[in-house]
C-alpha cells in the first residue's frame, strides 16, 4: 500500500534562516510520481512541483529546491533564505497507479512557521 | 479565470441531515476528486472521477455518494451527515488521472451538530 509520512508536524524558524521539510514514502509500483504542495494561511493549496520515480535529478526553483532519492524513498523539501511569506502548511503527496489511472495520497502535512 | 469553484463555503448541518457540496471547474479537466482535511490527517481522498461518466472510491467513501453531473461538475453528496464528517472539503481537478498536477477549490468547511 502506498503511504507518505512527513514526520515534521511543526517546525519553526526565524526569517533567513534555511529549513528542510522531510517527505518518505512507500510504494511497490516503479512508475509513481511524487508532489508539493502548500497551503497558506488562507486556505487554498497551490501546486509547487512534480517529480516521476524516473528523474532523480534535484531541482531548484529560486530559493526552493527539491532533493529525490529513491535509495532512501525520500522527496525532501528545502526553502534557503526563509521568508514570512512562506509560513504555511506544506502537504508531500505521492501517485501510484490505480482504478481508472492514478491514487493520490497526501502526507499529513508540515506546518511551517517562519518568525520575523 | 475561476479555476475551481465549490459551493457553498460554509455550512451547518444537524446529525441526520442530507446536505449536497457542488464543484465546477472551467479548465476542460478530465479528472475530478473530493478530498476531506482534518487536523494532523492531511488530506484524505473520498472519491475520484478518472473521466466524465466514471466514479470510483477513494480511501474514506463511506457516507458519502458522489455525481459526475458532466465534465465540468462533480458533486459530493451526504445523505444522513454524522459529526464524525465535520471537516473541510476540498475539491480538485487535473488535466487527466495521471501524472497531472491538482488544482484545488477553495474548500467547503462544514460542521455537523
Known amino acids: 500500500a502506498q503511504k507518505v509520512t512527513q514526520a515534521q508536524t511543526e517546525i519553526s524558524v526565524v526569517e533567513k534562516e534555511d529549513v528542510t521539510l522531510d517527505c518518505v514514502y512507500e510504494?511497490?509500483?516503479?512508475?509513481?510520481?511524487l508532489f508539493w504542495y502548500k497551503q497558506p494561511p488562507s486556505g487554498e493549496l497551490v501546486f509547487l512541483i512534480r517529480r516521476n520515480s524516473f528523474d532523480e535529478q534535484n531541482e531548484i526553483s529560486g530559493r526552493y529546491s527539491w532533493n529525490f532519492q529513491k535509495s532512501t524513498s525520500s522527496f525532501n523539501f528545502t526553502i534557503t533564505a526563509s521568508q514570512v511569506v512562506d509560513s504555511a502548511v506544506y502537504f508531500c503527496a505521492l501517485s501510484e497507479s490505480a482504478t481508472g489511472g492514478f491514487k493520490t495520497i497526501f502526507g499529513a502535512g508540515t506546518r511551517l512557521f517562519v518568525k520575523a | 479565470n475561476a479555476g475551481v469553484t465549490q459551493t457553498p463555503k460554509f455550512q451547518v448541518l444537524k446529525t441526520g441531515q442530507s446536505m449536497t457540496l457542488q464543484c465546477a471547474q472551467d479548465m476542460n479537466h478530465n479528472s475530478m476528486y473530493w478530498y476531506r482535511q482534518d487536523p494532523g490527517m492531511g488530506l484524505r481522498l473520498i472519491y475520484y472521477?478518472?473521466?466524465?461518466?466514471?466514479?470510483d472510491k477513494g480511501e474514506v467513501p463511506n457516507g458519502y455518494n458522489v455525481s459526475r453531473l458532466n465534465k465540468r461538475e462533480f458533486s459530493l453528496r451526504l445523505e444522513s451527515a454524522a459529526p464524525s464528517q465535520t471537516s473541510v472539503y476540498f475539491c480538485?481537478?487535473?488535466?487527466?488521472?495521471?501524472?497531472?498536477?491538482?488544482?484545488f477549490g477553495d474548500g467547503t468547511r462544514l460542521s455537523i451538530l
Open positions: 480538485a481537478s487535473s488535466r487527466d488521472n495521471s501524472n497531472q498536477p491538482q488544482h
Open positions: 510504494t511497490r509500483d516503479t512508475t509513481y510520481y
Open positions: 472521477s478518472a473521466s466524465e461518466g466514471t466514479t
